[in-house]
């Protein structure tokens, strides 16, 4: 085998000349070889932190001692339902800290697009030794976007703030820009309005993601604990778990509960 000390010889260096030749997950560097992203679903400034593994410890120890220094306690969290993110561990911070942690849909990745469009924005982004996106380098084109003609929106000019009123003038421009995006800022509008009728209380039967061919598409009925814009929390035989509402149809309410149905085999027993 190799050990540390021989020299790489030319032979066992690849020179790639076209996309989609060379690719893999990137080696650890210094020992890290994950990254914790996040998002400010306001600002969208993104924060993307290198870590070794990918397990709570990693998200508490980065809550405690980078982020709250830094910008304060949070008043919410959204993630998706990874162990990292959905542990005891973290709910007892959280609820010592008093932050509402939000949930996304199991098998609904648009529950979490902030962090998808953060990444479609680095793909845009020209490369310091290139001077071209990766997205140009890959396909040949520009990505598609709206007409540069379109936009109208004026540069911020910093320059022109005296540093003597600089907290005063950044604090007034602050405000005014937070009430244009707030006024321009609609909420996502979903592609089907299918099962916008579903209250707590009705019954529903989901959609199975992970499944054999001769197996059902869909399971329950279960009963719908709770409601959101876009999402359920449903009560299924296994825990309480929130379901896209495109994920869900709503069904008619069982003859008997699943509850009752074993109470009746325990008293036929003898």
């Given at each position: ?12 260096l690849?020179q790639?000349?076209r ?5 893999g997950?990137d ?18 400034w993104v924060?993307?932190?290198p870590?070794?593994r990918?397990d709570?410890?990693v998200?508490?120890?980065?809550l ?12 919410m969290?959204?993630s998706d339902n ?7 561990h ?13 949930y ?12 998808e ?13 290139t ?10 084109q ?6 540069a ?10 320059a022109?703030v005296?540093y ?11 405000e005014?820009?937070?009430?244009q995006?707030?006024?321009v800022r ?25 499944r054999k061919?001769t ?22 035989k296994?825990k ?5 509402r495109?994920h869900?149809?709503?069904?008619s309410a069982?003859?008997r509960?699943?509850?009752q149905?074993?109470?009746d085999?325990a008293?036929?027993?003898?």
């Amino acid at each position: 085998g190799w050990g540390r000390k021989h020299p790489i010889h030319r032979w066992m260096l690849l020179q790639v000349k076209r996309p989609r030749r060379n690719m893999g997950q990137d080696n650890r560097v210094e020992g890290k070889r994950y990254l914790l992203v996040m998002v400010d679903r306001f600002t969208r400034w993104v924060e993307a932190i290198p870590t070794a593994r990918e397990d709570e410890k990693v998200v508490l120890k980065w809550l405690r001692r980078e982020f709250i220094p830094r910008f304060g306690v949070p008043r919410m969290i959204r993630s998706d339902n990874g162990t990292h993110f959905k542990n005891v561990h973290l709910k007892e911070v959280e609820q010592a800290l008093g932050i509402t942690h939000k949930y996304g849909s199991v098998y609904h990745p648009q529950s979490q697009g902030l962090v998808e469009r953060a990444l479609m924005s680095m793909r845009n982004s020209p490369g310091s030794d290139t001077h071209l996106t990766p997205h140009e380098l890959l396909t040949g084109q520009r990505m598609p976007g709206p007409p540069a003609d379109n936009l109208s929106l004026s540069r911020l000019d910093i320059a022109k703030v005296r540093y003597t009123d600089y907290m005063q003038a950044l604090t007034s421009l602050v405000e005014r820009l937070s009430t244009q995006v707030v006024a321009v800022r609609t909420p996502a509008v979903e592609t089907t309005d299918e099962n916008r009728d579903i209250q707590v209380g009705d019954w529903v039967r989901v959609k199975v993601h992970s499944r054999k061919w001769t197996e059902p598409r869909w399971e329950g009925p279960y009963q719908v604990k709770e409601v959101s814009s876009h999402s359920l929390r449903v009560n299924t035989k296994r825990k309480d778990t929130w379901y896209h509402r495109t994920h869900c149809a709503k069904d008619s309410a069982p003859s008997r509960t699943l509850d009752q149905v074993v109470s009746d085999v325990a008293e036929s027993q003898p």
